[in-house]
């Protein structure tokens, strides 16, 4: 079996993003995203601080907003709204998840549609599922981007996707069948999950339950995306599948870590560059019209 190393493929995709980032910059335009963190949930403050990480290494410049977990809904849209009309702001993403009193759609939903780097908002999910979308769902581009990297064929492969959310399993199955591939996109209550997955050629699992992808479940052969992120009682970062089970049953397998994790931020990066091209052409499209 070989090791699909997503650190490696995202540093190769970051490389060329600098690069972009360069170009904008000589055209006077600087790459900048805003996160908006509220409260002190510590899994998110660690996933903000890398975001911030990675927008460093290649140029684009970022800012946490960190807001009190007290804020009220009006405010933070208040806020949100105010960044939608900053012309110097190109990337804008609110952490989840939010306090309880705080309604996620509608927060999401306010952030601006060129903005919206995370492809949150209903119209860019829309654009998106039919195959029209600049800007892409992270996690979902980032595996789609191993595969490809990988020289993994993907129109006519039977692909089994097990979870359904809104962040990793549905936009994949989307973005899968706009590459033709054939997606059966499995969840807590599909039946025969075994039988079902042993069928794929290229198996994901985002589910979030460590053990979960055992050998009996992987075709001889198929390609493994794991794309769960668990953490064992001794704290140590384990995808879905059984390591030891991939190794002998695929051809290919992303580990965890260092499989798709690095990818999704570098499609963040990614998102961020084309939200800054989109306002350069726009201030572009302004400056001719004048
Ligand atoms: P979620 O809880 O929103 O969705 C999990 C999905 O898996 C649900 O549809 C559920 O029905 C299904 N599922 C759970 N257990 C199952 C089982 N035993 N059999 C069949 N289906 C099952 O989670 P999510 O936000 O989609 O994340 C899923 C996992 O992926 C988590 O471990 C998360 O940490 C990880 N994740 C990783 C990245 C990354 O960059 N690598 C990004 C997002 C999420």
């Keep these: 079996m070989e090791i699909i190393n997503g650190k490696k493929i995202a540093k190769e ?16 335009v600087n790459p900048a995203l805003t996160v908006i963190l509220v409260g002190n949930d510590s899994a ?18 970022s800012n946490i907003l960190r807001l009190s977990k007290k804020i009220e809904q009006k405010e933070l849209i208040n806020l949100i709204s105010r960044i939608n009309q900053d012309a110097k702001i190109h990337g804008l993403l609110v952490q989840l998840p939010l306090p309880d009193h705080l309604d996620e759609d509608v927060v999401v939903q306010s952030v ?9 908002c209903a119209e860019n999910v829309g654009r998106m599922f039919f195959g029209k979308g600049e800007i892409l769902s992270c996690t979902p581009a ?42 059966t996109v499995c969840h807590k209550q599909t ?7 042993a069928q794929a050629d290229i198996l994901i699992s ?27 009682k001794e704290g140590k970062v384990v995808g879905d599948v059984v390591w030891s089970a991939a190794e002998r049953r695929a051809s290919l397998a992303t580990p965890v870590p260092r499989g798709v994790g690095p990818m999704t931020i570098a499609m963040l990066l990614k ?20």
């Excluded at 998110?44 to 410049?61: H, M, Q, T």
């Excluded at 039946?191 to 997955?197: D, R, T, V």
């Excluded at 998102?271 to 004048?290: D, E, H, P, W």
């Design 13 to 28: 995709i970051k490389s060329d993003l600098a690069k972009e980032v360069e170009q904008l910059k000589r055209l006077g």
């Design 142 to 183: 980032g595996v789609v981007e191993l595969l490809r990297r990988s020289g993994v064929g993907i129109a006519g492969k039977d692909v089994v996707i097990i979870g359904r959310s809104r962040v990793v399993g549905r936009p994949l199955a989307a973005m899968l069948i706009n590459l033709n591939a054939t997606v």
């Design 191 to 197: 039946k025969n999950l075994s039988e079902k997955c």
């Design 271 to 290: 998102n961020t560059i084309i939200a800054a091209n989109i306002a350069a052409k726009k201030l572009n499209k302004k400056q001719v019209t004048k």
């Design 44 to 61: 998110s403050e660690i996933y903000v601080r890398s975001k911030a990480k990675a927008c460093a290494e290649i140029g684009i410049s």
């Design 206 to 232: 985002a589910a979030g339950q460590a053990g979960l992808v055992i050998e009996e479940m992987i075709k001889p052969g198929a390609v493994v995306i794991d794309v769960g992120i668990n953490r064992t």
């Design 112 to 120: 601006a549609l060129e903005k919206d780097v995370d492809c949150f």
